[in-house]
Structure formats: C-alpha cells, structure tokens
C-alpha cells in the first residue's frame, strides 16, 4: 500500500487499484492513460479523470535494478508468497526467513562465475536514489550498498552463469560458459499482467550480454501455462531434451517436469563470460 501526500492510502482509493496499469508516470503519458480509462467500464469509486489527475502522484514508476541488501526481506517475501502462497503464519513467517538467510548466508559463487538479483520496484526511480556505500561491493549477489529510497519489491529474478542446470563439457565435466540461466522469476500477486516479469527478462537479457553470453536458458515447470506463455511471449524456444540424456534440473518436488527453455543473444560486442 502507498500513501500519497494528504495521508490518503491508495487502497482507500479504489478497490481496483491493483488492477491499473504501473507505466504511466509522468504528465506526458496521462492521454494514454485517459484512454486505457476510457476503454474500462469501472476503475472502482474513482472517476477516470480523478484518476488521471493524482496519477502521477499514487501511481509509482517501476524501476528494474540489482537488488541491494536493504531488499532482502521483501526479495524473500516476494519469492514466498509467490512460490507458496498456501502457507499461512507462522509457517509462511518461517519460510521468509528461511529464504532470507539462504539469499545473505547463501552458497559463493564459483570463480569465475556472476550471480545477481534484479528486482522491480515501485515508488522509486533512479534519479532520486541516494546511496551509501561501495558500487562493487556485493554480498550473496545482491549489491551491499544502501539506498535511503528504496522502493517496494514487486517482482524478482536471479540470474547467473553457474551453469549448474546446463550439462557439463567434456571428459573433464567443465561448467558451460556464454549461457545465462535465469531462475526465482516472481512477481507479487497484486503486481501481476501489468508487464513487470516481461521488463524483469528485458533487464535479464541485457545483463547477460554485458557478462557477454551468447544466450540465456531457464526451466519452466510444464503444468505453469502463465510463465510458459511469458516466456515464449519474450522469445524463448522449447528444447527437446535427447531421450535418456540425464540433464541437471533444478531440485524442487520430485514429480516436477521440466521444460528447458532457451533463448539466442544477440550482441556484436560480445566478449567470452
Ligand atoms: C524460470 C522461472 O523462474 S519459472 C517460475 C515462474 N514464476 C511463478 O510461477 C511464480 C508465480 N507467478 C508469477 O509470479 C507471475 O504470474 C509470472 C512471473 C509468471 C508472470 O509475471 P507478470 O508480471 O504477471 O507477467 P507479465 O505481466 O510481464 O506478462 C507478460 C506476458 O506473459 C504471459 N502471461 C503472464 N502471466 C500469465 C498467466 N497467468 N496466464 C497466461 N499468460 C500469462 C502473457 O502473454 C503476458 O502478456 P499479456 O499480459 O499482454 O497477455
């Protein structure tokens, strides 16, 4: 929930107001809005033009960034109540902590390996962030320097160049270079089909291509229709898996299926991961 100037919460304004779109955060984008309104029968008790008139003011640009330390418990709270959003307290409460110490106390990564968090955020943009501490630092992936605006976590991905759900090269088993692998895509219940996850891979794809990879892979499980459609909406093709081949597969329930997904890079520049 944010609250604007004047102390009214956003909740209090319209029943509907998960509903709206996030991307309309200046002036100059309030006649696309006007007209994304005037499609709508209802936008609960607020009036279209009322709507376009605080819009600017209640309605928070998404910003997608590295996740900073002070992101943590809301990257953990997103991951639970997307992941497992039957569980109710105190056992949701146990898993946001339990997930909070695997992302600060969580395995290193290996040399010559890059992992990071990227989340989206509401209420927030770049421009006015003010930070504290060192750009390189990171501890577990995730940036250790602190912003005194951050923002509210609505959608999270980690990416990384492990390759530990890739099959190993050659006699000597070596980890697979070039190929990003994107996992933990989650995006708030009340934040969803408003394009967030399809900005979370956008972000993804160009951060693969500065590590320089030449494409980013990711498993998909084969009973999620949404994230499939996602993922195929963005370009990601099927892989068939050569019948018998035991490829890695991320460790989750044991009667999962898998779809492995990949998706070409496309970058001149490029330089070896
Ligand atoms: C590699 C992995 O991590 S796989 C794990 C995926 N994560 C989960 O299943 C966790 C629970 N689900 C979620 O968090 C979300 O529903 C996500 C991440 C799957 C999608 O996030 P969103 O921000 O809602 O997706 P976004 O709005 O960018 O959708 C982009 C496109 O994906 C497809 N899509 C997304 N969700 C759905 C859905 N529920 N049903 C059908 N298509 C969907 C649509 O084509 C959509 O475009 P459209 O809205 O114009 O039709």
């Known amino acids: 929930m944010w609250t604007i100037p004047l102390g009214i919460s956003v909740n209090t ?6 509903k709206l779109p996030l991307f309309y955060p200046s002036r100059a984008h309030q006649s696309s809005i006007s007209h994304h309104l005037s499609r709508s029968d209802s936008v609960g008790i607020c009036k279209a033009s009322q709507v376009v008139e605080i819009f ?30 039957e569980y109710s307290f105190p056992l949701d409460f146990v898993l946001r902590i339990d997930r909070l110490l695997a992302l600060v106390f969580g395995l290193s990564v290996p040399s010559g390996c890059r992992r990071t968090c990227l989340v989206a955020v509401t209420g927030t943009s770049e421009d006015d962030t003010f930070f504290i501490g060192d750009e390189e630092l990171k501890i577990a992936g995730f940036g250790a320097k602190i912003s005194l605006n951050k923002g509210y976590v609505a ?18 088993r070596q980890r697979r270079k070039g190929i990003a692998y994107v ?35 990711l498993h998909c499980d084969l009973n999620n229709p949404g994230a499939t459609n996602l993922y195929r909406s963005q370009g990601f093709k099927s892989i068939n898996i050569p019948e018998g081949a035991k ?13 492995f997904m990949m998706k070409l890079l496309h970058d001149k520049n490029r330089t070896n991961c």
């Open 13 to 18: 304004l319209s029943p509907n107001f998960h």
């Open 56 to 85: 600017p003011i209640v309605s928070p640009e998404i910003v997608v960034r590295e996740a900073r330390i002070e992101d943590c418990w809301e990257v953990a709270e997103t991951h639970c109540s997307s992941f497992f959003p």
């Open 155 to 172: 959608g999270i991905l980690t990416l990384d160049t492990v390759a530990d759900f890739l099959p190993r090269k050659g006699p000597l």
């Open 183 to 217: 996992s933990n895509v989650a995006v708030r219940e009340r934040f969803r089909r408003k394009g967030i996850a399809k900005r979370l891979i956008a972000k993804a794809e160009a951060q693969a291509r500065s590590w320089g990879c030449r494409s980013i892979a």
């Open 247 to 259: 490829w890695p597969q991320p460790r989750t329930a044991p009667d999962m299926q898998f779809n």
